[in-house]
């Protein structure tokens, strides 16, 4: 069987932009428009424009929905708002995570949104493990972009100024240019902005208007990378699969604490409570690179006296700070601020020093 490379709705406007395009989680999608260290630093002092169309899209409704979802993830369902979201991990019986995603209240149906190169996975799990009366939908047929940086309400305030009324990890529907959107306060990026949900083919109509803006440019995966990297975000795949736990990836926040108490099950439960309480042997952190050349995923850590302490889960040139940052996953014992570990790259051992995440601050509006 051939895989064929699927197009994003916003094709046409990447090849008119120029896009250097690549292939990501099945889709051809922009690594960059002007360059990716521009398309960085211009997210952080304004706004740029994301295609995620790659992500998963999908809607829940039904009697027993959330008590079949509660299975799957460790957040408190039953006490998220409307119109709220949480981020939380779709966890299998050994609390690996299958994936990590974001799940809106939205009255009695929940919307959630997956990374695409586990969507289908997802789906197949949606479908097989939640009850009979659940109603699923993924939603193919809509393209998802991403407005980040700090100038990204200003922008959408000129669409629609009741936008600017919802915090960080809200949404609603909201019109946009006179078309249907679903919009959330929401990112990767580590700075203020939205995802916007909208009809694949009004989506080339929007992004026009969109980019028409003076602090609106395009940017492409590769910003969105050292950006989400330099957030101390996750990509899957990277710090997160199947043979990783939540409070091994340092998001033990995920697991609420009503949830640790009550007589609910979900997957994954009883190694989650004993690393809570026992301890982890090996935690993701971040690290400092001595020098400027980035150490890429794989590379093997090592303390002074060359005992392997760990590994690098995925690590770029931070635009934002001028030399190499990474996210590993380190022995415990080594995991104190400042740590000294060494690294091979290209036949070269290079110091790195253990760092704290996120490696910037985050402008979340909350």
């Keep these: 069987m051939v895989n064929t490379i699927k197009q994003s709705p916003l094709a046409e406007i990447h090849r008119t932009l120029d896009a250097k395009m690549t292939e990501f989680a099945g889709y051809e999608l922009p690594l960059y428009f002007k360059g990716f260290k521009q398309e960085h630093l211009h997210t952080r002092s304004k706004a740029s424009l994301f295609d995620i169309s790659h992500m998963g899209q999908f809607e829940l409704s039904g009697a027993n929905l959330i008590r079949s979802l509660e299975k799957l993830v460790p957040a408190d369902l039953r006490q998220l708002k409307n119109n709220h979201s949480v981020i939380t991990v779709l966890l299998n019986e050994q609390a690996g995570v299958i994936d990590d995603v974001m799940l809106t209240r939205l009255g009695n149906s929940f919307r959630l949104v997956a990374n695409g190169a586990q969507k289908y996975k997802v789906f197949e799990l949606l479908q097989t493990q939640l009850d009979d009366s659940v109603q699923l939908n993924h939603q193919e047929d809509y393209a998802f972009i991403a407005l980040q940086g700090p100038k990204a309400e200003a922008v959408l305030d000129q669409f629609n100024p009741d936008i600017k009324q919802m915090k960080f990890l809200m949404a609603d529907h909201f019109e946009l240019a006179g078309i249907n959107c679903f919009v959330s306060r929401t990112g990767y990026s580590g700075e203020d902005g939205y995802e916007i949900s909208i009809k694949a083919e009004f ?41 990783i736990t939540p409070v091994e990836a340092g998001m033990g926040w995920m697991i609420a604490k009503s949830r640790r108490n009550d007589n609910s099950e979900f997957n994954g439960k009883k190694i989650i409570l004993e690393q809570l309480n026992d301890g982890i042997e090996k935690l993701r952190m971040g690290l400092a690179i001595e ?3 980035p150490v890429r995923e794989g590379a093997v850590l090592f303390d002074e006296s060359n005992k392997e302490i760990g590994f690098v889960s ?9 030399y190499p940052i990474a996210q590993a996953y380190i022995d415990v014992a080594y995991t104190n601020m400042g740590t000294i570990l060494k690294v091979q790259v290209r036949n070269k051992t290079i110091t790195v020093r253990v760092s704290a995440l996120p490696f910037i601050k985050l402008n979340y509006k909350k």
């Design 291 to 293: 020098g400027k050349v």
């Design 314 to 322: 995925s690590g770029v040139f931070s635009p934002s700070l001028n």
């Design 203 to 243: 989506a080339e109509q929007l992004v026009k208007l969109l980019l028409e803006h003076t602090e609106v440019e395009p940017a492409g995966l590769g910003a969105r990378d050292s950006l989400r990297l330099e957030a101390g975000l996750c990509l899957y795949g990277h710090e997160l699969n199947e043979s």
